[in-house]
């Protein structure tokens, strides 16, 4: 098995890196806010006290209040907790739909392969803020909206990449001689092609999360996102701009919240390149 | 080279086909009677009676078959007829070529931006990998891309226009409404126009042609001029392609703060009113532009590095 042992891929023995286990570290601390805050601090994100209005941090809302008397720090975990949803499910949905395409593609060749890189270029040509915006119109629940948009524009990077890769691989020694051994293509994909994927596919994750993160957020910016009184970043941000001058930390901590995540997010994605 | 051609003509059918049933889903999954609602957006919600409601109906002729009005559509489409926006009664096409001007020049000037501010970075970090600016510029870039658009576009209207009133926050026609607007897409893209260069020119610099450069005596300005910008265009051209995908989202949101009356604004609003002639229109200019750029960059790479590196 000398053959074999020359597929097994140098980076995924070496771990992960300083820069990423940051971004994890900064990460886990977001989605560890989003979670708890609701179990520590059980306050209604949507209960409103005008008596309140832009107060400053009391027990029941240590972030203090925004401009209707709703708690800040209930409403920041909830929209957390709503960005951090749409993105695990549209990152799922289209890591899925991509790295199964793209080993089908790759594996069967001929015919399916152009097909399927044909779609996926022409996919890539659609500005991908523009299908969800249409997706959002078809589909009136915003949330699925999202996910079913995103899921879309985001498969394609998932199958870019596999199919690269795979081709590369199922033509390497290893492949050839498990092949040769009688294996089915599962155990192929399980010990050869998914320890090779994994690492880049972890790198398209973060970045695809990032970019839902980011996506939800703008649009909920400009309006034509999540509607109020949802609690959402980027809606959370345009509510409390007015405010900027009395209570300049309101703003700050969706803000805050939206570099954090992201950045640990591109951290993640980013270490394993350099 | 001409199957590069012919499979891009093949991927630009396929995306015209892509936008007809995108949009076509979304008039089938209009609530409600679409005469009403096309009616609502023209004479507005108080002003709509049935009688406005089927003479909107007979005009835009509403009352076909689904499969019909998206075959007629498509061969509408084929002899290059955008058709007319169903809200403003303009052909789609007089629309479009005017938001697409206001929508250049700022997509123009913020790549330009970008360029002058990423390349000459990137270079300098990539020349010296692993020195201070290369390490700064690692940890700049990741700090910038984690500032969506909207984000920086607002962090500038407040520092910039509300704090300093140096300049004005929204508006269109003065060259100082161009600076804000553009830096924003420009700040972004510069992120990660940087990062590229500095990869591609560290790969340069490092191979053994660039030593044999040095070594037989060239300067650094000689080398950098006659062996490593030829080198590194391929990747940088190629990498501007994708870069419109990014600037055309960014234009939807940065339009949409800045109140600049693009193709981006134009899109929204669209989309808002349901008006999906336009909607088709723009998905369709933005998706074939962006096929038209890439087999430009692609004829570009082929006169660049002639020996053929893609398929």
Do not use: C
């Not at chain 2, 891309?145 to 910039?160: D, N």
């Amino acid at each position: 098995m000398t053959v074999a042992a020359t597929d097994i891929p140098l980076a995924a023995s070496r771990g992960w890196s300083r820069t990423q286990a940051t971004g994890l570290v900064l990460l886990l601390a977001v989605v560890a806010f989003a979670l708890l805050t609701p179990l520590l601090v059980p306050v209604d994100p949507l209960k409103q006290s005008l008596r309140h209005t832009l107060a400053g941090p009391d027990a029941a809302a240590p972030f203090g209040y925004d401009h209707l008397g709703r708690s800040l720090m209930a409403r920041l975990a909830a929209a957390l907790r709503l960005s951090l949803l749409i993105a695990a499910a549209a990152v799922g949905t289209s890591a899925l739909l991509g790295v199964g395409l793209g080993v089908l593609a790759a594996w069967r060749g001929g015919l399916a392969d152009r097909l399927a890189s044909l779609l996926a270029d022409s996919v890539l040509a659609l500005p991908g803020l523009l299908t969800v915006l249409i997706i959002m119109a078809i589909v009136p629940n915003t949330p699925l909206a999202f996910w079913i948009g995103l899921s879309l524009v985001l498969w394609v990077e998932y199958f870019r990449l596999t199919r690269a890769t795979v081709s590369r691989m199922i033509v390497a020694p290893g492949v050839q001689a498990t092949r040769l051994l009688g294996f089915g293509p599962f155990y192929i994909f399980r010990r050869h092609l998914w320890p090779e994927l994994a690492p880049m596919l972890l790198t398209v994750a973060a970045l695809g999360a990032a970019t839902t993160i980011m996506t939800v957020a703008a649009l909920g910016f400009v309006s034509v996102g999540m509607r109020p009184p949802t609690p959402e970043l980027g809606l959370m941000m345009v509510e409390l701009l007015p405010y900027y001058r009395e209570a300049p930390m309101a703003l700050m901590s969706p803000v805050l919240a939206t570099f954090l995540t992201l950045l640990g997010l591109n951290l993640i994605a980013g270490g394993r390149r350099a | 080279m001409m199957r590069l051609l012919g499979y891009r003509a093949m991927q630009a059918l396929l995306v015209a086909l892509l936008v007809g049933v995108l949009t076509f889903l979304m008039m089938q999954a209009l609530p409600g009677d679409m005469a009403f609602r096309i009616a609502a957006g023209r004479y507005g919600y108080d002003m709509v009676t049935a009688g406005a409601a089927d003479a909107v109906r007979a005009e835009l002729g509403l009352d076909r078959p689904a499969l019909q009005a998206f075959g007629l559509w498509f061969l509408d489409l084929l002899r290059l007829d955008l058709g007319t926006s169903v809200l403003s009664g303009a052909p789609v096409i007089d629309e479009i070529r005017h938001q697409l001007g206001a929508s250049l020049q700022l997509a123009g000037a913020a790549l330009i931006l970008s360029l002058l501010m990423g390349l000459p970075i990137g270079i300098a970090a990539g020349l010296r990998a692993g020195g201070w600016l290369d390490r700064a510029l690692l940890v700049g870039s990741t700090a910038l891309r984690s500032v969506p658009q909207f984000l920086m576009g607002l962090i500038l209207i407040v520092l910039v226009s509300i704090q300093l009133g140096w300049l004005p926050a929204a508006g269109h026609g003065r060259p100082e409404h161009f600076i804000l607007p553009a830096l924003t897409l420009a700040l972004g893209l510069a992120a990660a126009s940087a990062r590229i260069t500095r990869d591609a020119m560290a790969g340069v610099a490092a191979s053994p042609f660039y030593a044999f450069g040095r070594w037989k005596g060239l300067s650094e300005g000689q080398m950098l001029r006659r062996h490593g910008l030829r080198n590194i265009g391929v990747a940088l051209i190629t990498f501007l392609g994708l870069q419109f995908a990014m600037l055309v989202e960014g234009v939807v949101v940065v339009e949409t703060i800045f109140g600049w009356p693009g193709i981006g604004h134009a899109l929204v609003h669209a989309i808002f009113g349901r008006d999906v002639p336009m909607v088709q229109g723009t998905a369709l200019m933005l998706g074939l532009g962006f096929v038209a750029l890439n087999t430009l960059i692609d004829l570009a790479a082929h006169r660049i590095d002639p020996r053929g590196a893609r398929p």
